[in-house]
């Protein structure tokens, strides 16, 4: 995955934080990038550095995961999969995904010698891995949050005007951008879309599906058609970029389209927008902020109660956002490092 956001999305983004993190500042650690790497130059690279023995692997299905797991090599694996064992994230690509599940299920069953540790967003995903392996400990715990330095944006309110519509995902199916649009385009022809109520919508995304970009371009030309909706197309944009961006951009709200999430930095993100964020998937994160009245729940494809969400205490209370990344950036540190340390036994840097 790396650790470049604009290459790798939310994944890329959640290892970068744990490098920038004190998480290991007492420990001597490599880190190794693999992004853009072939099957095999990943595999010779595991073959030369044998001189290891703890790793942490941010993806179960990377061709370096595969070959570490599944090779007869004496290690310690702690695996955060972000996600990617959850079930709406297996059906992607499932054929494949499926034939390496068997492969390793078979192989780690008869390595005693490999220890086998868990961080994940929820026990969905630890309930699989033990499955697969023995589990010789998990804990559940959520992406690092970043400082409340890396997210702030500033307040533009203007009460003249309509809402904007923030999305920032990668442009493929299941971040739901052009299930987005199309729902928008219905409930616009349908006569259930008051289109005053939106000032400006704003995609920011990662190209990736070809497909996924047509369909959304083609939509978008159809709403510029029949409301003259003003959507704007970013690509390619990191996370610095897009907050400079949209600094003077008015009323902003952030609109998360995603079918499943196993944590969110567009949601942590949006949380400082001058509208409270709108999701149409659910998880831990999200169960948490709607409790604390911080984000806003709609049926996947649904758009029924987006004028109710934005006119009725739709605005977003910083003070308590604040709060709430601050206490969240402190303990899930904390909660990494002694999950690292006590499972991994890391040497300190000398």
Known sequence: MGSDPVEGG??????SLIQKSS????????????????????LIFLLKNLKYRKFIIHSFFSPFSIFLLALPLPCEVLLMPHGELREGALNVNGVFKNKIIRVLTFLLKIYFFKKIFVIASGHEEISFVSKICKVEKASVLPDVIPNIG?????????????????????MVENKGISKFLSTLELHILNGKMNCDLIHEIFIFYLEESEAELQKV???????????????NMISGYGNQEIRDYLRNVPN???????RFESFSYALI??????YKP?????NSLTDELIELGMCRKM?????????????????????SVEKFISSKNLTTNMAYRDFVFETLRLESKK
């Open 299 to 319: 049926q996947y494809g649904d758009f029924d109660l987006f004028t109710q969400f934005v006119q009725l205490s739709g605005l977003s209370d910083i003070s």
């Open 23 to 42: 998480i290991f500042n007492e420990a001597s650690v490599d880190y190794y990038s693999l992004l853009n790497t072939s099957k095999l130059q990943q």
């Open 278 to 282: 709108i999701v149409w998937f659910e």
């Open 269 to 274: 993100e949006s949380l400082f927008y001058e």
């Open 10 to 15: 939310g994944v890329a983004r959640a290892i």
């Open 150 to 170: 890396e997210l702030e944006v500033g307040c533009n309110f203007d009460s003249l005007l309509g809402v904007s519509i923030i999305l920032n995902a990668r």
């Open 252 to 258: 902003k709200i952030g609109f998360i389209s995603s």
């Open 217 to 231: 371009l083609s939509l978008v030309a159809r709403l510029n058609g029949i409301a003259d909706l003003k959507v």
